[in-house]
């Protein structure tokens, strides 16, 4: 499983763009590529994907956390380079009206090893991806409570890590069973959650990159 930051307010490579918003390339085997939103300004999500290195028509399928501007702002400029790829979304997002749009409301796997949690609290679904060493949790926002986020990743099997944007998340102890922590977009908290969990704590920004091997701890790289 390798997870790739696109997108996001601060950056680990000093030639990609930072900006207010999120998106990550998901890349698990035998699944299509998985764009997890996609920022604010698609200028900035193409150009930021090309000095990855991400063809942006490799990617099979976009799932959107929720319907906020920075996280669905990037969605024109993606579709007028990519015509193909079908889109999960919660129901509260209607989707482009020109792709297949697939609305998830209760927690359903979209792959043998990738799920979605569903729509939770009316607002936002996270994606879960079962690894051997446990489920990664990826997040835009966490708007809704974390406690019901990951009681909706637990159905599918025990949460390793966890990616994304955290908001005002402040009850840090329901973290403390987790290896892996990578804060990342609006979470309002990093510094408290570095120096509460230093071991497990990755920095995020554009250009990170996450990956979990069969028979390793989880590695970050740089591209």
């Known amino acids: 499983m390798k997870v790739t930051i696109i997108y996001d307010n601060t950056t680990s490579r000093g030639d990609l763009q930072s900006d207010w918003g999120f998106s990550c390339l998901v890349e698990v085997e035998n699944v ?40 669905t702002g990037g ?46 609290d009316g607002i936002e679904q996270s994606m879960g991806i079962i690894t051997n060493k446990g489920i990664i949790v990826i997040d835009g926002c966490s708007h809704p409570y974390m406690g019901h986020i ?38 309002q908290h990093k510094a408290v959650l570095k ?6 704590y990755i920095e995020g920004g554009a250009g990170r990159i996450i990956e979990i091997y069969n028979q390793m701890k989880a590695e970050t790289t740089f591209l």
Request: contains cysteine; charged residues 25%; hydrophobic residues 40%.
């Open 195 to 200: 120096k509460l969990y230093p071991q497990k």
């Open 32 to 71: 299509p590529k998985i764009l997890f939103d996609t920022g604010t300004d698609g200028r900035i999500l193409l150009s930021n994907m090309a000095k990855l290195g991400i063809d942006p028509v490799s990617i099979g399928e976009v799932f959107i956390s929720h319907s906020h501007f920075d996280h």
């Open 150 to 187: 990951l009681d909706a990743a637990r159905e599918f099997g025990e949460i390793y890590g966890i990616i994304g944007g955290l908001h005002g998340f402040s009850e840090f102890g329901l973290f403390k069973d987790l290896e892996l922590i990578c804060p990342t977009h609006c979470t």
């Open 75 to 120: 969605i024109p400029e993606f579709l007028k380079v990519n015509r193909k790829a079908k889109f999960y979304v919660p129901p509260s997002f209607l989707g482009p009206s020109d792709r297949e749009v697939i609305p998830i409301s209760k927690a359903s796997k979209i792959h043998e090893n990738v799920f979605s949690t569903g729509e939770l």
